[in-house]
T-cell receptor, first 112, second 111 residues
Framework: TQLLEQSPQFLSIQEGENLTVYCNSS?????LQWYRQEPGEGPVLLVT?????EVKKLKRLTFQFGDARKDSSLHITAAQPGDTGLYLC????????????FGAGTRLFVKA | DADVTQTPRNRITKTGKRIMLECSQT?????MYWYRQDPGLGLRLIYY???????NKGEISDGYSVSRQAQAKFSLSLESAIPNQTALYFC??????????FGPGTRLTVL
């Protein structure tokens, strides 16, 4: 069974703090996606990383793909209440068919 | 208008009932997907379709069926609903080289 483990599952922090969310697997992915989901809505794609070691920045969010393309991290600098939500990672497998594995998600709550 | 529309948004039904969830999109994508989301499990793929004549099972297709009525429409059916099918259901669309786009979801409760 291919798994994508996210940690932590839940994170509650004060506004202005930094945080990192991790996504780990024993599988090698052709690409990895990060999504943000708010209550009552579907996931919204934030970024896709493709190359091992790749780093992408989206304002205060920094995404990194591991060198071996098995893991990824999302770092948020100076978190704001508007960052509150469920963050999901999804690994795309190059199996000849279509297969994307989602992590269970990290629920982030940023207190003002 | 929303790019991906799901109906109904909420549904409560009883064990054994037949349920259909509908999805329509205006993004012009050929590829459409149905996922379910359960707490602590993430999203899991039920069925996917790469064009109108193409239907493929995902990792959890048992107890579900789908119909791709047109490029823009992809419906999911539960022939005989059971309580462990209580979940959030999401439709998504994409095309090669485009970002996947998810609908707002349907919350289904099976009593």
């Amino acid at each position: 069974t291919q798994l994508l483990e996210q940690s932590p599952q839940f994170l509650s922090i004060q506004e202005g703090e930094n945080l990192t969310v991790y996504c780990n697997s024993s599988s090698v992915f052709s690409s990895l996606q990060w999504y943000r989901q708010e209550p009552g809505e579907g996931p919204v794609l934030l970024v896709t990383v493709v190359t091992g070691g790749e780093v992408k920045k989206l304002k205060r969010l920094t995404f990194q793909f591991g060198d071996a393309r098995k893991d990824s991290s999302l770092h948020i600098t100076a978190a704001q209440p508007g960052d509150t939500g469920l963050y999901l990672c999804a690994g795309v497998l190059n199996t000849g068919g279509f297969k994307t594995i989602f992590g269970a998600g990290t629920r982030l709550f940023v207190k003002a | 208008d929303a790019d991906v529309t799901q109906t109904p948004r909420n549904r409560i039904t009883k064990t054994g009932k037949r349920i259909m969830l509908e999805c329509s999109q205006t993004k012009g994508h050929d590829r459409m997907y149905w996922y379910r989301q359960d707490p602590g499990l993430g999203l899991r793929l039920i069925y996917y379709s790469f064009d109108v004549k193409d239907i493929n099972k995902g990792e959890i297709s048992d107890g579900y069926s789908v119909s791709r009525q047109a490029q823009a429409k992809f419906s999911l059916s539960l022939e005989s609903a059971i309580p462990n099918q209580t979940a959030l259901y999401f439709c998504a669309t994409s095309d090669p080289g485009t970002d996947p786009f998810f609908g707002p979801g349907t919350r289904l409760t099976v009593l």
